[in-house]
């Protein structure tokens, strides 16, 4: 089951790592 609060909390996630490292996330 897909959850909002949760894909929302991954994006987060995933974009403040992006940012904090690209190269790591490409991976």
Known sequence: I???S???EI???TS???S???P???L
């Open 2 to 4: 897909c959850d909002l």
């Open 6 to 8: 949760s894909t929302s």
């Open 11 to 13: 994006k987060s996630f």
């Open 16 to 18: 403040r790592f992006s």
């Open 20 to 22: 904090s490292e690209r």
């Open 24 to 26: 790591l996330h490409v």
